[in-house]
């Protein structure tokens, strides 16, 4: 009988111990899991706190692009009395691909759809400035730079409202 109990009792403490144990390595899990969720919402804010003043940036650089090509800007820019025809539409053209390209990079902050909408105005501005060239071929500089400062480009406008939306829901 006695060695029963000692059997018995070494039984129990044996097993208090695994279960101690055991609760040690979940605990030790579970602290683990708390520590690695905690560097990684910790790194979340770092990024935050750096991508979305580049983010900003962004859109507040593709909307000056966009009102730099609207045509009422551009040919004010551009426009000058003794210009020739042929340099005025190289300029204006010139002007527009330039800026697009010193923008390029904000392509990384904002969505595949606004960048999209931007790509889509610049190639509107380009085809309806060639348009307004080809169909007035006798026209001096001074009447184009009149018609297309009065010309309205939609998707200018589609782009400028994507990029606002995009911003406001930042």
């Known amino acids: ?75 004010k820019r551009v426009f000058h009395p003794a210009i020739s025809r042929n340099d005025f539409q190289f300029s204006l053209l ?11 990079a904000q392509r990384l902050y904002v969505s595949e759809s606004t960048w999209q909408l931007v790509v889509l105005a610049k190639e509107e501005v380009l085809q309806n400035m060639n348009a307004v060239f080809n169909d007035n071929p006798n026209a001096d500089v001074s009447m184009i730079a009149q018609k297309l400062a009065s010309f309205e480009n939609p998707m200018v406008e589609n782009a400028v409202a994507s990029i606002k939306q995009e911003f406001n829901s930042l």
């Open 94 to 104: 010139q002007n527009v691909q330039d800026e697009f390209e010193h923008n390029l």
């Open 1 to 75: 009988m006695v060695n029963v109990n000692i059997i018995l009792t070494i039984f129990i403490v044996l097993l208090l111990a695994s279960v101690v144990i055991s609760f040690k390595k979940e605990k030790k899990c579970h602290d683990s899991k708390i520590t690695a969720m905690k560097e990684d919402n910790e790194s979340k804010i770092v990024s935050m706190k750096l991508i979305v003043p580049l983010r900003i940036q962004a859109y507040e650089r593709l909307l000056l692009y966009i009102e730099r090509i609207q045509f009422p800007v551009l040919v």
